[in-house]
């Protein structure tokens, strides 16, 4: 497999490693399309790749007997699909898939473990970005039992915005009402608030950020404490 340039790389967290620890990574690299709703993890079923997002949105769902998932973590261009590979574990009890369609970056899970294994420094930086990924989870779950689902939504639309670097999502109501965890009678009226507000603009299957500053006014907390915590660990 050809030699891959750091610099051609727009996923934040490899370009942040050292050129040896890219080194260490590249020759395992394989650019790849990621289609919506494309499964990158599945649940009780082994992670034999880890996806590193160019563009594009993926979601950890947290997933009921009765059929029903609720989001409880978001990857972007910022991090990696594959935490628990970095932690040893082969698999989880959640689902990965994507929300919102993108390219990046696969390499198979037996490399990055041989390449951790050789360098303790991208070890150590592989590890940061798990505490920032555990950060994010955590007040996540914070979030969904302690404030209102437009607060929500807005903390919501603050992350994607993040790491989509376009004003215009495309997300279907279905999809909204998952990451919630809200019927999509819920997600109308909370949609229906922010763009009344002017910080919107709402049609099915797709929201335009209108105003960002007012958008993070009309957001929680949750995304500072969030954004807070990432800026010290992954200066």
Wanted: net charge negative; with cysteine; aromatic share 4%.
């Amino acid at each position: 497999m050809a030699q891959i340039e750091q610099s051609t790389v727009r996923n934040r967290l490899l370009s942040a490693l050292t050129p040896e620890d890219f080194g260490l990574l590249s020759p395992h690299l394989e650019a790849v399309d990621l289609p919506f709703k494309q499964v990158l993890i599945a649940p009780d079923e082994p992670i034999t790749h880890v996806h590193f997002p160019d563009s594009g949105l993926g979601s950890m769902l947290a997933l009921f007997e009765g059929g029903g998932s609720l989001e409880v973590g978001m990857i972007g261009q910022d991090g990696m699909v594959g935490v628990p590979v970095i932690l040893g574990a082969e698999t989880v009890t959640q689902e990965c898939l994507m929300q919102v369609p993108g390219t990046g970056w696969r390499m198979a899970a037996a490399a990055l473990r041989k390449a951790t294994s050789q360098s303790p420094s991208l070890h150590a930086a592989l590890l940061r970005y798990v505490m920032a990924f555990l950060a994010q989870v955590s007040q996540t779950a914070a979030c969904n039992g302690a404030h209102r689902i437009d607060e929500r939504l807005a903390r919501w639309l603050l992350m994607a915005h993040d790491r989509c670097h376009d004003d215009r999502i495309p997300l279907t109501q279905e999809f909204l009402s998952t990451m919630l965890g809200v019927r999509r009678a819920g997600v109308t009226v909370a949609a229906s608030t922010l763009q009344r507000a002017g910080i919107i603009n709402y049609v099915s299957g797709d929201i335009t950020v209108l105003n960002r500053p007012a958008l993070e006014v009309a957001s929680c907390e949750c995304y500072g404490i969030v954004m807070e915590q990432v800026k010290r660990l992954l200066p």
